[in-house]
């Protein structure tokens, strides 16, 4: 091979590489945005200002709910035409995908010896994985809104699956010999 042939390839491989690399820090830094950024505010919140936190933590959770279902309306209304023609082929492997994530966050749970509400706790957190925040990250970094429609059907399916087995769970008694795995 020439050396202007080996020149050329290294070029275009490093070109390839670094537009790689660039992809994955601007990725990096949206989700940063999106879901550290608040995480952060909210730790550091509770730290330095740890009355008036206790005082509106008894609202939070109504304000997460309304706050949520008024992010999942927006983004399927975004994609509402798309979402009503196409959507329905994609109901069944999300709905899949996410009962996968419900089942096996609970058995792994198990099978590490976590206790019962643990168990559920880690269940229901996988299986709410963030249909949003890839909403959110396709809308940003692709300028097809097609794009974003898996997300948003996954959103759908995300909160009906996670709602549905909260409300089974919490008229489902612990056991009484259940252990606290997380003891402050």
Partial sequence: MHNSSKHLILKYLVTY????????????????????LP??????????????????IVVTPRIGV???????????GQVADVFVAQGGQLILPVAILHAAAFALGYFMSKVCKF???TSRTIAIE????SS????????????????????????VAMVLGGSALAVYWRNQPIPAGDKDDFKE
């Fill in 17 to 36: 590489l670094s537009l790689l690399l660039l992809v994955e820090v601007w990725l990096a830094l949206s989700t940063f945005q999106v879901v550290l």
């Fill in 39 to 56: 995480t952060i505010n909210g730790v550091a919140a509770h730290e330095i200002f740890p009355k008036i936190v206790e005082k509106i």
């Fill in 66 to 76: 309304i706050l949520t279902t008024l992010l999942c309306a927006s983004l399927i």
């Fill in 115 to 117: 206790g019962e509400t």
């Fill in 126 to 129: 996988c299986g709410m994985q």
């Fill in 132 to 155: 949003a925040l890839g909403f959110l990250l396709a809308q940003k970094h692709f300028s097809n809104p097609l794009v974003a429609v898996p997300s948003a059907v996954s959103v």
